[in-house]
């Protein structure tokens, strides 16, 4: 089973950071909570470090772990491994993705998410 990591990274006025998938990858065009897959000898904590610096040229701090999930889509299953962080600078560079977007919680509905983020998009809708 393959394992990603993903960010859930806020700001410090409430507003939190999602990323429109590449045209040309599975869910190409739909949004995401950034973050990719754990490489063999990594950590969680190291793999979202790199893949926020590979796709977004940010840096970020993870303030806490979030409970894992799995998402299946027919063949394929994948363990989920969410956090919640921030940036610790916001001069971003689309090095992967079409597109990013800092919402509020209050407009999640409008942006169409990759299906296995919607596990995160009702948790969040949940605790608000």
Known sequence: MMTV???IIYLP???FLIARRPAHKRYGGL????GGKLDAGETPEQA??????EELNVAITIDRALEQYQ???GQTSIRFLPFIGSMTNTN???LEHQQIAFIRLAEIDNYPFAP???E????LKRCA
């Open 92 to 94: 971003v560079s689309l």
């Open 71 to 73: 998402h299946h889509n």
């Open 48 to 53: 979202l470090h790199r893949e926020f610096a």
């Open 5 to 7: 990591v993903m960010g």
């Open 31 to 34: 949004w995401e909570f950034p």
């Open 13 to 15: 006025d409430g507003r």
């Open 120 to 123: 995160i998009v009702d948790r």
């Open 116 to 118: 296995p983020d919607y």
